[in-house]
């Protein structure tokens, strides 16, 4: 790595000296677990399907990791997932609505809190009417469960998730001189990034194509595509960013628990994306102006090693 | 340091020592806690007749001797820790609210009736009506939880409300008997007429046990929530087999002379 006068090169790979702007959110971890791999797959699947923009979506949501039975609850293999949206209250209602519609209606599965936190949010104890009189509510070591019968037995739901305060909207833009050098550097910065702890990548598989700006020529739109970032506008448009010779630009969105995790998912998705091939690695931001939180690309590479 | 009352005169009739309990006896140092007033049968007398009182109450209370005739130990008890190196007499952790007791040995009737939270755990036999409504009572164990390792008596669990009462052994007659919720599991088996008269809750047998009439057979699977309170179990040191954790369950509704809302779950071998 080189860095001088405002320079910063990783291989070959441009480094901007720029920052991610990133959004105070809220955010819940969902354990799922299911009799197999299979059903836990399948059902945390679903409950993150569509979840790919706060704005679009009204959430974002992710697997964050996979869950051996002897970690889990009830001894069953299980996933991870967290779940992202602008207030405790948004988190609630997303959550009883995709374990509801994703989960419960998922054959073997189970649904645990994952967070340990002051603030809570109702989820079980809102499902547990679709039990129609007949669920069962248990408590051990603290925690309320619900039991709501099911056509395969029973599904259990915890009755209450914790929600915590969280940074949604990190972000690395990785400019390749072409579409296959861009994805696959992609591919390897989202891998490392799916190491570390605490983050999602909520973009389908974790990366995403269609990077927009605030604002539209069309007034119904509240976003629209960064002409800025188009190479296919690179010639047309006068506000273009794109240095010689990009031809594809591919976007990784994080969030995070915490800024701490975000950061550290920057820095690793950065140094495994950076290449032959790759002419810079840049981030998306409003100018400073809208987000609560600056991740600094050079700052997150020097402070960590 | 923990505070140590260790027995040297064996009473001759029953003792009855509601005092020593770990928030009771906080910021007392030995000879205060030795003047503290007990029951002897009909006559008053104090700990220091009957204890050797010494160490400091960090929170912690040990006792010591053959405490078959000491009753009502760590009544009402809301915080703290207390372990008895021997037998235990009577209504243990009566009417207890938080903290934890364990005994080193068996207890007798009546462990921790009526309590509402915290933990007992008893590594030997317990009596009848552990965790039980005192007679003339609606309401039983209202919270926390009793672990008994070996054979428990009659009325295990009687009007309960909610909580956890779980039987290393065998139980005896009654179990969960009036039960309105909660959960009894039993890695034995049970005596007759188990659930008699339950609203709700849940009874947990891993051995063949007799049924009232009055339970009607649903179907076998594999409760969720049961992996929860097995494993909990086996983090507690009970002999909870992976067979057990995994195994498919019998569920018999009852008792419908009732409301018919709970439930007695039967290891399906």
């Known amino acids: 790595m080189n860095a001088g006068r405002g320079a910063m090169h990783i291989n070959s ?75 405790a209250d948004g988190v609630g209602k997303r959550l009883v609505e995709r374990i509801g519609q994703c989960v419960m209606t998922c054959p073997t599965t189970a649904c645990f809190n994952g967070l340990d936190a002051q603030e809570t949010v109702v989820v079980g104890g809102k499902l547990r009417f679709f039990g129609d009189g007949h669920q069962i509510a248990k408590r051990l070591a603290g925690r309320r469960f619900w039991r709501v019968p099911v056509m395969d037995g029973e599904f259990l739901v915890e009755d209450r998730f914790g929600v915590q305060p969280a940074v949604g909207g990190g972000n690395i833009l990785i400019l390749g001189d072409t579409v296959e050098t861009a994805l696959e550097a992609a591919t390897a910065a989202v891998a490392a990034m799916r190491e570390v702890p605490d983050v999602i990548l909520p973009f389908p598989d974790g990366v995403v194509r269609s990077g927009s700006k605030v604002g539209s020529r069309y007034k119904a739109l509240a976003a629209s595509t960064n002409e800025a970032y188009c190479p296919t506008l690179s010639g047309a448009v006068p506000s273009t960013v794109l240095p010689a010779g990009v031809g594809c630009v591919l976007e990784i969105v994080i969030d995070g628990l915490d800024l701490n995790a975000v950061e550290e998912a920057t820095r690793c998705g950065i140094r495994a994306a950076a290449r032959n091939g790759i002419l810079q690695i840049t981030a998306g931001n409003y100018g400073g102006k809208l987000g609560q939180y600056q991740i600094h690309l050079h700052r997150a590479l020097k402070d960590r090693p | 340091m ?3 009352l260790s027995l040297r005169v064996t009473p001759d009739v029953p003792l009855e020592t509601e005092c020593i309990s770990t928030d009771r006896l906080a910021g007392l140092n030995p000879r205060a806690v030795a003047a503290l007033p007990v029951l002897s049968g009909n006559q008053n007398a104090c700990v220091g007749d009957f204890f050797q009182v010494t160490g400091a109450n960090d929170g912690e209370i040990r006792m010591e001797g053959d405490l078959r005739r000491v009753k009502l130990i760590g009544a009402g008890m809301v915080a703290g820790r207390m372990v008895i190196d021997g037998n235990v007499g009577q209504h243990l952790g009566i009417g207890m609210a938080g903290g934890e007791i364990v005994v080193n040995g068996d207890a007798g009737d009546w462990v921790g009736p009526e309590m509402s939270g915290g933990r007992i755990i008893v590594k030997g036999n317990a009596g009848h009506m552990v965790g039980s409504a005192y007679r003339g009572s609606r309401i039983g164990m209202r919270g926390g939880e009793i672990i008994v390792f070996g054979n428990a008596g009659n009325e295990i669990g009687n009007s309960m409300r909610n909580g956890l009462i779980a039987i290393g052994g065998n139980g005896g007659d009654f179990t969960g008997v009036n ?59 009970l002999p909870v087999s992976d067979a057990q954790i995994t195994g498919r369950y019998r569920r018999w509704c009852g008792d419908n002379v009732f409301l018919n809302r709970g439930e007695v779950l039967i290891l399906d071998r």
């Open chain 2, 179 to 237: 039960m309105l919720a909660g959960t009894v599991v039993i890695i034995g088996r049970s005596g007759g007429r188990a659930g008699a008269g339950m609203k709700r809750g849940s009874i947990v047998v891993m051995e063949e046990s007799p049924l009232l009439p009055t339970f009607m057979f649903s179907c076998a699977y594999r409760p969720v929530y049961l992996r929860l309170y097995l494993l909990h179990l086996r983090r507690l040191g």
């Open chain 1, 13 to 87: 790979t441009e480094i901007v000296d720029t920052f991610a702007e990133a959004f105070a959110m809220r955010a819940a971890r969902v354990i799922i677990t299911a009799d197999t791999d299979h059903w836990v797959t399948t059902a945390a699947q679903s409950m993150t399907g569509f979840a790919t923009s706060v704005i679009g979506c009204k959430c974002e949501a992710a697997i964050e990791r996979r869950i051996p039975p002897a970690d889990t609850p009830d001894g069953r293999p299980g996933a991870s997932v967290l779940l992202f949206a602008f207030d």
């Open chain 2, 2 to 4: 923990s505070l140590k």
